[in-house]
Structures are given as C-alpha cells and as structure tokens.
C-alpha cells in the first residue's frame, strides 16, 4: 500500500540547537500532518498543511516550530531552538482529501531526543 | 477540548475468541464527530481500519466493527474471532464534525493471542 517515508527514525540533538524532521508523503496527496507522542501518552495534533500554508494548528505548534515544503517533495518539520520538552516522537501523515472521506496514512514516526 | 478514552494497556485473547476493546468520546463541536478505529501492525505505520461519520451506524473491516453511538458516547471495536495476525496496537479517534481536520486519538490499546 502506499507509505509515507519518515528519515531517520531517531535524532539525537543539543538541546538550543535546530533539528529538521523530514517526512517523504505518499505521491499525489495533498493534505499534510504532523503528530507528536511523548512517551507514554496518546498522538496529539500539532498541524496540518496544504496548498503551501498552515490551515490549522494546535498550541502544541510553538512560536519554534514551523514547517514547509520547499520542493515539492519532502514535507519539514523544523524546531528551532530545540527545548528538552520537545523529545518525543514525531510522526507524519498525509492524505488525498480533507474532509468526510479523509483517509490518513502516517510514517512510522521519528524519534527525537533532546539532550 | 475533544478527548478519547479507550481500553487501556494490553489485551489479551486466545485464538478464535472474540474481542472487544472499549472507546468512548467526548467531543465540544455542536455537530457530531467522525469516528475512526486506526490499527498499527508490528513494523509498520499507523493505518486506517475504520471509520464511520454518522451517528448510528457501523463501520465494518477486516472482519472488525465498530458502531456509533451517539447516546452512550460510544464506538467499541468488536471481532467475533481474533486470529494471529491481528496482534497489533488499535487507536481510537475522533475528528469534529465540521471546521477541522485535526483527529484526536486515545492512548491506544495493545491485542495480543494467548500464547
């Protein structure tokens, strides 16, 4: 089935310094996401992007983050600066549609550890 | 907030038995939410197993189901007889009815056969 590509599976950064997660969608879609899983506890939205903007974020979205897609391809996640509240895992999806008959396929996720 | 509740840790079965694991929901949107069941196989991404955006109907896959209810609250996820290969972590999730793409998820629930 389609996937979505998340590289690499585990970062390991200094806390005050910048990290770029970066996630390679399923072709064709149009919808993107990013969820972020502290340990232990459930996924939780952070934003989702389409058309080259931000339609929605959370609180979780900090004034650090921001996202893009430069080049058509790979859709980014930057942190900069990093905080240690930022480890987690961060996972990506993307979908065709937005809507109703949304159907989101995510990565296996990214692990980020901020030391 | 919207917030998911659903059977917590690990569940386990024997072979050919059957499988509930409990969600319910609480959703702050006037309009009902959509309700969806995601499963995430051992090494692969979190995918869709079902989903149902009307209240008072079923959703059915891969020989699980899983009803809204809107009175009670609820969308359990039920199989009549589970087998190895459906060992694997199941999240429940909500997305509002209208003006949001962003899914809300519960912890997650981990099926597992007696061995």
């Known amino acids: 089935g389609p996937k979505v590509l998340q590289i690499p599976s585990h970062q390991i950064i200094d806390m005050g310094q910048m990290v770029t997660l970066n996630c390679d969608p399923v072709s064709n879609h149009l919808y993107f996401y990013w969820y972020k899983q502290i340990l232990g506890q459930q996924m939780e939205f952070l934003v989702n992007?389409?058309?080259?903007?931000?339609?929605?974020k959370s609180k979780l979205f900090k004034d650090q983050f921001s996202v893009e897609r430069p080049d058509g391809s790979y859709f980014t996640l930057k942190i900069q600066p990093t905080a240690l509240e930022d480890s987690a895992v961060y996972f990506c999806?993307?979908?065709?549609?937005?809507?109703?008959?949304?159907?989101?396929?995510f990565g296996h996720g990214t692990k980020l550890s901020v030391l | 907030g919207d917030s998911v509740t659903q059977t917590e840790g690990q569940v386990t079965v024997s072979e050919s038995k059957s499988l509930i694991i409990n969600c319910t929901y609480s959703?702050?949107?006037?309009?009902?939410?959509?309700l969806f069941w995601y499963v995430r196989y051992p090494g692969e991404g979190l995918q869709l197993l079902l989903k149902?955006?009307?209240?008072?109907q079923k959703g059915s896959s891969r020989g699980f189901e899983a009803t809204y209810n809107k009175e009670t609250t609820s969308f359990h996820l039920q199989k009549a007889s589970v087998q190895e290969s459906d060992s694997a972590v199941y999240y429940c999730a909500l997305r509002p009815g209208t003006g949001s793409n962003r899914l809300t998820f519960g912890k997650g629930t981990k099926f597992s056969l007696i061995p």
């Open positions: 999806a993307s979908s065709s549609s937005g809507g109703a008959n949304e159907r989101l396929f």
């Open positions: 149902v955006i009307t209240a008072g």
């Open positions: 959703a702050t949107s006037i309009a009902y939410p959509n």
């Open positions: 992007f389409y058309n080259g903007k931000v339609m929605e």
